[in-house]
């Protein structure tokens, strides 16, 4: 089942535009982490925040997240047009032990326009 | 190149017939994860490993799906007499494990089509 709810579901900005995703889940997490899916390929890491951060950055990804809320969200600043892909957000939860399977939302596709 | 590895990139197979697919997953790393994603959806947990034993399946995994890590390094993911409802890709991931916090890192998935 899906843990995450991304929105929007999709999103078109111009190039130079920043984006922002934003992530809600329903269960206590131990980390939220964010991936990026370019078309019918594999997933590749952005970025990670553990339970007890409130932001991180990463040259021009900057991610939030409230506990409180259950949400996170991505920003992309300065977005170029080889951001267009899908993202995702996923969780590890505290219940799966040493098991850090990863629960994903349905993810957003970002299409930047050059 | 030491990344997730997945073999074959792509397969279409008829109803009823078996396919097997191959993840090497980063050469440190002892834990091995399998995801299936559908159109449309994110990825799905099917099954975890840690080095060679397999401590985790989700209730995704009928019992026409078998998964394998026979020495801790590659993995197996096989699927019996396949259905349309099959076709997906499947991704497998690895982390090197032991710590709090950790990073998958996922191979560029197997796709599979089911006629």
């Known amino acids: 089942s899906q843990q995450g709810e991304e929105d929007p579901q999709a999103l078109s900005i111009q190039e130079g535009e920043n984006a922002t995703m934003n992530c809600s889940y329903k269960?206590?997490?131990?980390?939220l982490q964010w991936y990026r899916q370019n078309s019918g390929r594999g997933l590749v890491h952005l970025i990670l925040i553990r339970s007890n951060e409130r932001e991180k950055h990463s040259g021009r990804l900057r991610v939030t997240l409230d506990t409180s809320k259950k949400s996170s969200s991505l920003l992309i600043t300065a977005s170029r047009a080889a951001d267009t892909a899908s993202y995702f957000c996923a969780t590890v939860s505290p219940s799966t032990g040493a098991n850090s399977k990863l629960t994903f939302g349905k993810g957003i596709t970002l299409s930047v326009r050059p | 190149d030491t990344g997730v590895s997945q073999d074959p990139r792509h397969k279409i197979t008829k109803r009823g017939q078996n396919v097997t697919f191959r993840c090497d997953p980063i050469s440190e790393h002892n834990r091995l994860y399998w995801y299936r994603q559908t159109l449309g959806q994110g990825p799905e947990f099917l099954t975890y490993?840690?080095?060679?034993?397999?401590?985790?399946k989700s209730r995704l995994l009928s019992d026409r799906f078998s998964a394998e890590r026979p020495k801790g390094s590659f993995s197996t993911l096989e699927i019996q007499r396949t259905e349309q409802g099959d076709s997906a890709m499947y991704l497998c991931?690895?982390?090197?494990?032991?710590?709090?916090?950790?990073?998958?890192?996922f191979g560029p998935g197997t796709r599979l089509l089911v006629l």
């Open positions: 269960t206590s997490i131990n980390n």
């Open positions: 490993f840690q080095n060679e034993a397999q401590l985790e």
């Open positions: 991931a690895s982390t090197i494990g032991g710590g709090r916090v950790e990073t998958q890192y």
